[in-house]
């Protein structure tokens, strides 16, 4: 985990870490690269949106380039056109610069390199190094032999002229899509399979989201990846740890390709949350399946679901920093992720009065007619931030769960002729009684107040045995639609060997409330914005379904801290 964790009330956390401590030789006296600015790059694939899991990658390698002074590409990894989009491009841009990271003019795509990769291809044809099989998938398995047992294939020994005008003719789209592949010559009795003859371009018909039908044959990540990463000059090739096996590959394909730069490649482990998937096949099939909203759905580990959610930036870097950089797999409590949210909104956001499940209050005592302004302030943690002025009458909404008929022992709020409480920062009150409609339930609550007990403090100085509940005036109140989300799964590990993650979908991971009622300055709020509903939690204005005279909340998470620290 990280060596050193520095922590401010204003900045992020800043780490250092065992890629830090390597980078830190490479570029010392007598380093591999020795002088040389520090060159990382995050390449993503547009085939949908980026999650949690993919944050830790982006934060690692944009943040590294930044620790050291040095530049981060953006390069889209678009080799495998099948799922690719420009949607899903201008999504992950967005989400980057929300995080607070720029590419400058170091934006690039894989397809850009097309023609720089199959002319390499060739060139290493050439050296006798590559060669056009002629085995399916499925046939190149039953080749591909067990430990200690070689791979054999049939077309190794092809002659180099006929690899050539073989590659070529599958450029021209001469073969059928699965029939012919290019395969690098390295070692079939490798003990690491990865090296035993790997693919290094298939034939695909299929229209590419940037180069159209100009390509049939593209390459494979392993042979894309290191040549991209030797062309853009990257020196520090980070990638997540199921890639340490690929390494060799890596390297080989480096060495024997016409190629300069020489970067090197470090490992470290995977995000794993609990109570979550992190595949982008299964979130795809979430969406598709209409199992949840679509891929900004509050509920969804991606970012544009955070942001949508209420998450913040600062809250998402924390998170990943504090988490560290790890080379053993390890699973991260969600209810952490939730507290490093619970510690900035704590901080920063506004303080407001809101009544999701809203019970009528009658002060039977105070003037009809009469309305008054009392302050509030807007965040106890920022005096700076001032109080704010909201209309208190003689009719206000209180929760429900605020007023029991019948007290139980312990029970601070209002009950008919029960103890006094406070209306936060208007009055003392006592409810002397409660009205029922013909079923027998409450519909409206009878208080009196005390006149001199303005602010909450009585004249007298006695001592309100109540607890302080929050409240919002009648007349002036606004409706709000209210969504209260849970975790999307209710197993931890939902994706575990051996599990179906869809049979342990929440049935109860959303709850709609309607009828809400908030304060009146509410209603000219803009997305994003973030407050705490006083004694309810943290909400953001919904950026999708929110319009004028229909405001939408999301409850971003509890007052209530569930991480155990």
């Known amino acids: 985990m990280a060596e050193e964790i520095k922590t401010t009330s204003e900045d992020v956390v800043e780490n250092s870490n065992f890629i830090h401590n390597f980078i830190a030789e490479d570029i010392g006296a007598g380093g591999q690269f020795e002088g040389m ?29 930044e620790k050291f002074g040095g530049q981060c590409n953006l390069r889209f990894d678009d080799t495998n056109p099948a799922k690719e989009d420009n949607e899903y491009v201008e999504a992950i841009k967005e989400d980057i610069h929300w995080l607070g990271f720029d590419w400058d003019e170091r934006m690039f795509f894989g397809s850009d390199y097309f023609q720089q990769t199959y002319e390499l291809a060739v060139g290493l044809i050439k050296k006798g190094l590559a060669y056009v099989c002629e085995l399916t998938p499925d046939e190149f398995r ?40 290019l395969r690098a010559k390295i070692d079939l009795a490798s003990g690491n399979f990865n090296m035993r003859d790997p693919a290094l371009y298939r034939i695909r018909y299929i229209e590419h989201h940037r180069q159209g039908t100009s390509w049939c044959i593209f390459p494979m990540y392993d042979f894309a990846h290191p040549i991209q990463d030797a062309l853009e000059g990257i020196t ?129 005592n105070y003037p009809e007619g009469q309305t008054e302004m009392v302050s509030v302030e807007n965040n106890p943690m920022k005096p700076e931030d001032g109080n704010r002025d909201i209309a208190f009458s003689r009719n206000i909404y209180i929760e429900q769960d605020d007023f029991l008929e019948v007290a139980v022992p312990k029970y601070k709020r209002l009950y008919p002729n029960g103890i006094e409480v406070r209306l936060k920062g208007a009055y003392v009150v006592k409810c002397t009684g409660c009205v029922k409609d013909d079923a027998g339930n409450v519909v409206e609550v009878l208080c009196e107040y005390d006149p001199d007990s303005r602010g909450g403090q009585p004249a007298d100085g006695r001592k309100v045995k109540g607890a302080t509940i929050h409240w919002v005036d009648m007349g002036t109140a606004v409706d709000a639609e209210v969504r209260l989300y849970d975790n999307l799964f209710t197993d931890e590990d939902p994706d575990g060997a ?47 379904d929110s319009k004028a005279g229909h405001l939408v909340f999301n409850r971003s998470v509890s007052l209530k801290d569930s991480f155990k620290k």
């Not at 009622?517 to 803009?526: L, S």
Request: with cysteine; proline share 6%; aromatic share 8%.
């Open 236 to 364: 520090h090739s980070l990638c997540s740890l199921e890639y340490e096996a690929h390494r060799p590959l890596y390297d080989w394909v480096i060495d024997n390709t016409d190629v300069t730069n020489k970067p090197r490649q470090i490992e470290f482990a995977r995000l794993g949350i609990n109570y979550t998937v992190m595949s982008k096949r299964k979130l795809r099939q979430l969406v598709e399946e209409d199992m949840v909203s679509g891929w900004d759905d509050p509920r969804m580990p991606t970012l544009c679901g955070l942001r949508r959610r209420g998450y913040t930036p600062k809250s998402i870097r924390n998170f990943t920093d504090r988490i560290g950089v790890a080379k053993a797999t390890s699973t991260v409590d969600f209810a952490f992720l939730e507290h490093c949210l619970r510690e900035d909104l704590n901080a920063n956001a506004e303080r407001t009065m809101a009544v999701l499940r809203p019970l009528k209050v009658t002060i039977t």
């Open 142 to 181: 039953k080749h591909r032999g067990e430990i200690g047992v070689p791979a054999t294939s049939p077309y190794r020994d092809r002659p180099v002229e006929e690899s050539l005008d073989l590659f070529e003719r599958m450029k021209n789209g001469e073969f059928p899509e699965g029939s012919k592949t």
């Open 37 to 65: 600015s520090v060159h990382t790059r995050f390449p993503p694939e547009p085939n949908g949106y980026l999650h949690i899991g993919h944050c830790k990658a982006l934060c690692i390698d944009f943040g590294t380039a």
């Open 498 to 544: 051996d599990k179906n993650f869809l049979d342990f979908l929440n049935p109860d991971s959303l709850e709609v409330l309607s009828g809400c009622k908030v304060e009146a300055g509410m209603v000219d709020v803009t997305a994003p914005a973030n407050f705490q509903f006083m004694r309810l939690g943290y909400f953001c204005l919904d950026s999708v």
